[in-house]
């Protein structure tokens, strides 16, 4: 079967350092792939390629669906179905959980303008799919830092996303709320979703791995 994403020989050089050497991954729809690493072996620069945030050196390769993509940045990489969820967060805050599941994409009506009745029953729908009893009318600021990585969740899925990447995206969670978004991240499989999650916690990594990658820093 045909991966959802490839990455091959992918490398990176920041200025005095290689991020990443060669290194190559597949993605598949429907599996949870963890990938770890002791610190600065590059996951989240190899992420950020993933999601067009950084230009890979040339010689790499990204295939979306077999074919060869160059990813000019984020949005295209979004707009291919391809998102990140980072541990920063990157909600805003004083606008309301609706406002963000649609930033930039609000619905409109026929005369151009934000069809707000529409944005929120939208948002109730997608906030439903991940089982959270939210109201989309409360402030970002409002919600906790588990309820708001739920929110950039819920964002990915109106979006249609088909690959979501979680950058340790546990870092900041307390015990439960950890818990509710693990089983978020298993209903995310059941749908179909490619998840690739980087963690360094070995429980979550044994409860959630179909598929792990370790990345190793070469000696230099
Ligand atoms: N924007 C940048 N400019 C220069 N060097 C960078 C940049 N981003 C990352 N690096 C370097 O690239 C290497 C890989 O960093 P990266 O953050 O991708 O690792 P990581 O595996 O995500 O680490 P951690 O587990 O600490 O999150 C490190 O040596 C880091 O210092
Ligand atoms: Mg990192």
Redesign the pocket.
């Given at each position: 079967m045909t991966p959802f994403l490839e990455m091959l020989a992918i490398s990176?050089t920041?200025?005095g350092?290689k991020?990443?050497d060669r290194v190559s991954l597949s993605i598949h729809r429907g599996e949870v792939h963890v990938l770890a690493?002791?610190?600065?072996?590059?996951?989240?620069?190899?992420m950020?390629i993933l999601t067009g945030v950084y230009a890979p050196d040339s010689g790499g390769l990204i295939l979306i669906e077999g074919q060869e993509v160059a990813l000019a940045d984020s949005n295209h990489a979004r707009a291919l179905g391809v998102d990140i969820i980072y541990q920063e967060l990157a909600v805003v805050d004083n606008l309301t959980v609706g406002e963000n599941i649609f930033l930039a994409k609000e619905p409109l009506s026929r005369f151009g303008l934000i069809d707000r009745r529409r944005m929120y029953r939208e948002a109730r729908e997608v906030l439903r799919t991940i089982n959270m009893d939210i109201d989309p009318a409360t402030r970002v600021s409002d919600l906790s830092v588990g309820q708001q990585q739920m929110i950039e969740i819920a964002k990915a899925l109106s979006a249609q996303s088909k690959a979501i990447v979680m950058?340790?995206p546990t870092a900041s969670l307390s015990h439960h709320e950890t818990a509710v978004l693990l089983g978020l991240v298993r209903r995310l499989r059941e749908r179909g979703i490619a998840v690739v999650y980087?963690s360094?916690r070995l429980k979550e990594i044994f409860e959630l791995a179909d598929r792990v990658t370790v990345?190793h820093i070469m000696q230099r």
């Open positions: 990176k920041f200025p350092v991020a990443l690493s002791e610190n600065g072996a590059g996951k989240s620069t190899l950020k950058d340790e980087i360094h990345l």
